[in-house]
């Protein structure tokens, strides 16, 4: 449990430091660099210099899936930067974590076997509304950006799925190799990224870029963790709508973001909707 509470607190901070970048690094490519190098510095350490690259069965699959997962990486934040400067942090939030409960919870159920009580489907569905009902604005052209606005929810989907991935095919042994490859390959987009927009670091990218990254290792180590002792079919729901909460009230009281109505609704909804997920 103290697994997925950590890895719920850094992935809102991941969003709300993104959001506080917002006007005050303009490098967006070398943030995410920055923050990829952090991740990368931290996989190391955890992993040790001497097992970098181990010798051992597993460590294939788990460099592939860790290439394959530091793309979606790279792109799920590349999006998320997008939609965040034209939807605001909490929007854009809950389409990310649309996708990061929703695609993960599709492909755990489909390919690996997981199976919902009736409690949870409801408390999925349950979700779902307070989801819609965020995201009811009442700003007309507030769906002009779907396109950047799917595509954050699928690759956000996708990088959170690729963690059941791993734990279902990859050796729970290299799950510190798994991140170190996942954003090594993602800093090298990244890096090349910045290279060719010909972005000079400062120490506003540099800064930002630390504490997004410390962020952003965190909540992949420890949801890693979690994987390992809780239902996906629980963890992924659970996770996503409490980030939206914390997303959400961060917004209202930092950001000065309003919310109707409606949305002040979907908050109990989403507390309801993760006791009956966890039932």
Do not use: H
Not at 152 to 171: P, R
Not at 261 to 273: E, N, P, R, T, V
Request: with cysteine; proline share 3%; aromatic share 10%.
């Amino acid at each position: 449990m103290l697994s997925m509470i950590m890895t719920i607190l850094c992935s809102a901070l991941l969003s709300i430091f993104m959001r506080m970048s917002e006007g005050k690094a303009k490098g967006k490519m070398t943030v995410l660099a920055a923050n990829y190098l952090t991740c990368i510095l931290l996989a190391a350490g955890f992993a040790g210099p001497s097992e970098l690259f181990p010798e051992t069965e597993g460590f294939s699959i788990t460099l592939l899936l860790g290439i394959i997962t530091g793309v979606f990486y790279m792109l799920a934040l590349v999006f998320n930067q997008k939609s965040i400067a034209k939807n605001g942090v909490v929007l854009s939030s809950v389409f990310a974590k649309v996708g990061s409960l929703l695609v993960p919870l599709v492909v755990s159920i489909s390919f690996f076997g997981a199976v919902p009580s009736v409690y949870q489907l409801v408390g999925a569905v349950m979700s779902l509304v307070s989801i819609v009902l965020i995201c009811d604005n009442g700003k007309k052209g507030v769906w002009a950006s779907v396109g950047v606005l799917f595509t954050l929810l699928m690759v956000e989907g996708m990088a959170s799925a690729m963690g059941k991935v791993f734990d279902a095919e990859g050796t729970a042994a290299l799950a510190d190799q798994y991140l170190l490859y996942t954003f090594g390959s993602a800093f090298l987009i990244s890096a090349a990224a910045a290279l060719v927009k010909k972005e000079k670091p400062g120490l506003q990218e540099m800064l930002f870029g630390v504490l997004i990254g410390v962020s952003n290792f965190f909540a992949s180590r420890f949801m890693l963790q979690a994987l390992q002792a809780i239902n996906p079919v629980i963890f992924y729901p659970t996770r996503g709508v409490l980030v939206i909460l914390l997303i959400t009230l961060a917004g209202v009281l930092l950001f000065r973001e309003k919310l109707r109505k409606k949305q002040w609704i979907a908050m109990g909804l989403i507390l309801l909707s993760v006791a009956l997920l966890n039932v």
